[in-house]
C-alpha cells in the first residue's frame, strides 16, 4: 500500500511559514546594513560628524587656507 501522498496542515504551514521568515530576516538585513551610521556610533569610531564635503570626496573637508590635492583627469587613472 502507498502512503497519503497529502501534505498534513502543519506541513503546509512550515512550508508557508519558513520562507516568509526567510524574507523578513534578509530585508531586516538590508536595511540594517543600507541605514546611516548613528552619531553615537561615529564618536565611538572616532569620525568625524559632519558630512562629507560637497564635491571633495573625502569625509574631512580641507582646513581652510589648505589646498586639496589636485585630481587627475577624468578618465586617466593615477600612477
Same mark, same amino acid.
Not at 501534505?7 to 541605514?35: F, G, K
Given at each position: 500500500?502507498?502512503?497519503?501522498? %497529502?501534505?498534513? *496542515?502543519?506541513?503546509?504551514? /512550515?512550508?508557508?511559514?519558513?520562507?516568509?521568515?526567510?524574507?523578513?530576516?534578509?530585508? /531586516?538585513? /538590508?536595511?540594517?546594513?543600507?541605514?546611516?551610521?548613528?552619531?553615537?556610533?561615529?564618536?565611538? %569610531?572616532?569620525?568625524?560628524?559632519?558630512?562629507?564635503? *560637497? +564635491?571633495? +570626496?573625502?569625509?574631512?573637508?580641507?582646513?581652510?587656507?589648505?589646498?586639496?590635492?589636485?585630481?587627475?583627469?577624468?578618465?586617466?587613472? %593615477?600612477?
Amino acid at each position: 500500500m502507498y502512503p497519503n501522498p %497529502a501534505l498534513s *496542515a502543519w506541513q503546509l504551514t /512550515i512550508m508557508a511559514v519558513v520562507p516568509v521568515v526567510a524574507l523578513t530576516v534578509w530585508l /531586516i538585513a /538590508i536595511y540594517v546594513a543600507a541605514r546611516e551610521p548613528s552619531r553615537q556610533n561615529l564618536e565611538v %569610531a572616532g569620525s568625524p560628524a559632519e558630512p562629507a564635503a *560637497a +564635491g571633495t +570626496g573625502s569625509r574631512s573637508p580641507a582646513k581652510p587656507g589648505e589646498r586639496e590635492p589636485e585630481r587627475p583627469p577624468a578618465g586617466r587613472q %593615477a600612477a
